[in-house]
């Protein structure tokens, strides 16, 4: 059973910050990407931002140079440093990992979302 669990959501005012967390845990033989997307009311989910095991990172326009990606792999987790924070970035944030129980069984996973909620 692999469970992946966001934390650090919460309200901000525009222009601050907020560092989003993703764990995951269970029975994990491996880990490749791991993506943040986000979904605002009456829109479609969205890519935010993904980065590989090798580090590699690639984020939406809407927040390059705003927002970094990182991952730690001793621990499992990826992260999402969110700065200069704007209205437009409302939504529930989710975390998606490809992930293998096995050397050769690899599967999508979904954590449950986090809501981040910026305004004045």
């Known amino acids: 059973q692999v469970q992946l669990v966001e934390s650090g959501g919460g309200p901000v005012q525009p222009g601050g910050s907020l560092r989003l967390s993703c764990a995951a845990s269970g029975s994990i033989f491996n880990i490749n990407a791991m993506t943040w997307y986000r979904q605002a009311p009456g829109k479609q989910r969205e890519l935010v931002a993904t980065i590989t095991t090798g580090d590699s990172t690639a984020y939406a326009d809407s927040v390059k140079g705003r927002f970094t990606i990182s991952r730690d792999n001793a621990k499992n987790t990826m992260y999402l440093q969110m700065n200069d924070l704007k209205p437009e970035d409302t939504a529930v944030y989710y975390c998606?990992?490809?992930?293998?129980?096995?050397?050769?069984?690899?599967?999508?996973?979904w954590g449950q979302g986090t809501q981040v909620t910026v305004s004045s």
């Open positions: 998606n990992a490809f992930i293998a129980v096995t050397s050769r069984r690899w599967d999508s996973y």
